[in-house]
Nanobody, 121 residues
Framework: QVQLVESGGELVKVGGSLRLSCAAS???????WGWWRRAAGKERGFVAA????????NYADSVKGRFTISRDNAKNTVYLQMNSLKPEDTAVYYC???????????????WGQGTQVTVSS
């Protein structure tokens, strides 16, 4: 059974940066990874995804140019570099792994427990 554990979430000021990490307990180097977020009172939303090779990346329009997803298959870890953070980026961030790169949450097989990111103005 694969388990995903996120880390790196914290309180940061507007315009600041954070790097989230998500480590898998099992070998899933052949899986695509995704990052999702859920703000208080809102539905979970897609943030970014990367294929198993790291050659394809997809981003939500709201984070394009500010966030970068990357992966290290040797470490079974995916990262989300977040720059120029805005208050609307405040949310619990979840990583997920699945067989294909997709923006559909239902296509991901494994999910982490989430890490809180709070952007203060």
């Amino acid at each position: 059974q694969v388990q995903l554990v996120e880390s790196g979430g914290e309180l940061v000021k507007v315009g600041g940066s954070l790097r989230l990490s998500c480590a898998a307990s099992g070998r899933i180097s052949d899986h695509a990874w995704g990052w999702w977020r859920r703000a208080a009172g809102k539905e979970r939303g897609f943030v970014a995804a990367i294929n198993w090779r790291g050659s394809i990346r997809n981003y939500a329009d709201s984070v394009k140019g500010r966030f970068t997803i990357s992966r290290d298959n040797a470490k079974n870890t995916v990262y989300l570099q977040m720059n120029s953070l805005k208050p609307e980026d405040t949310a619990v961030y979840y990583c997920a792994a699945g067989r294909i790169i997709t923006v559909q949450a239902r296509d991901y097989d494994y999910w982490g427990q989430g890490t809180q990111v709070t952007v203060s103005s």
